[in-house]
């Protein structure tokens, strides 16, 4: 668990997750990966679901009785323009931009891993498996996935919380040379969840870091290029209405903070996509 802790950014998890595949990759293995997606997690924490789980793990009843009234009795209504609604009991959720709520989506979220076999790693509401195998036990491999993913359904069920089975993607991680000596861009592996095949993608965005099939960065540098210049097209046509350092600020928050965020786990990046970066914040 990497969320809502200190000392554990993003690039924690994704470090760990690159590290490990490229270690596999050195082995000869592939990695299949299933990227699980939560809708509305934290609204959805059901009240006697985390009593139950908080209660599993050692909390007392005084304190128990306490996270019940901080978590119950709250209200909510629409308001839509000067027409309300009527108000509403909250019955599920955790108070966002609380102190206390992602403490306890947390500890919510706690007992995720335990019967799992395969790597697991979460971050607040994302959910990320994996293993890695010789191309040749990629069946094996396959088979001990849909175990965990069912775990992870049956896990989801008991916890009242939802999983999006139609964003929920795979990839399978290799080397271009192994990829075409094993001719594994044809193949999607038969990973299931709620009996719904996953859709194998070449790219996918995890922790704003776009991941690669061939853990290669050249996609997630060019989706960070293009986003920087649509922000610096914008400074650009207000550059004459403004002082210097509000311009320098704008960019400092506005774009650099994008080159600079998980900037560690790309390293180290070619020449040629490092002189695109540097292009960019160069203008």
């Known amino acids: 668990m990497f969320g809502f802790r200190k000392g554990h950014a993003t690039s924690s998890v994704l470090l760990r997750a690159r590290d490990d595949v490229l270690k596999a990759m050195k082995k000869g293995e592939i990695t299949l990966i299933a ?13 006697a679901v985390i009593i139950k789980k908080l209660h599993a793990i050692g909390f007392s009843h005084s304190s128990l009785n306490w996270i019940l ?54 971050y607040a509401n994302d959910t990320t498996v994996y293993r890695s195998c010789t191309p040749k036990n990629l069946s094996q491999c396959v088979q001990e996935m849909n175990d965990n993913i069912q775990t992870l359904e049956t896990w989801v069920t008991e916890s009242n919380l939802l999983l999006n089975e139609n964003k929920t993607k795979q990839m399978l991680i290799s ?14 592996p038969p990973l299931t969840i709620k009996n719904i095949s996953l859709e194998r993608v070449e790219h996918f965005k995890l922790l704003v ?16 290029v293009s986003s920087c210049y649509g922000v610096l097209s914008t400074l650009r046509k207000i550059r004459n209405m403004t002082p210097q350092h509000t311009k320098k600020l704008s960019a400092e928050s506005l ?20 002189k695109c970066v540097i292009s960019d914040a160069v203008c």
Request: hydrophobic share 40%; aromatic share 12%.
């Open 255 to 274: 774009v650099l903070s994008k080159l600079n965020f998980n900037d560690v786990v790309c390293y180290p990046l070619p020449a040629y996509l490092c």
């Open 69 to 122: 009234n901080y978590l119950t009795g709250r209200k909510q209504l629409v308001q839509v323009n000067d027409s309300q609604s009527e108000l509403a009991d909250v019955l599920f959720g955790v108070p966002q931009g609380s102190i206390l709520g992602p403490m306890l989506f947390n500890l919510y979220v706690n007992d995720l891993q335990n019967d799992f076999t395969c790597r697991c790693f979460q």
């Open 209 to 224: 870091t776009w991941l690669s099939e061939d853990l290669k960065w050249s996609h997630h540098v060019k989706e960070l």
């Open 175 to 188: 080397t271009r040379q192994m990829s075409r000596t094993h001719n594994l861009g044809d193949i999607t």
């Open 35 to 47: 990227f699980a997606d939560f809708s509305k997690a934290f609204d959805t924490v059901d009240f």
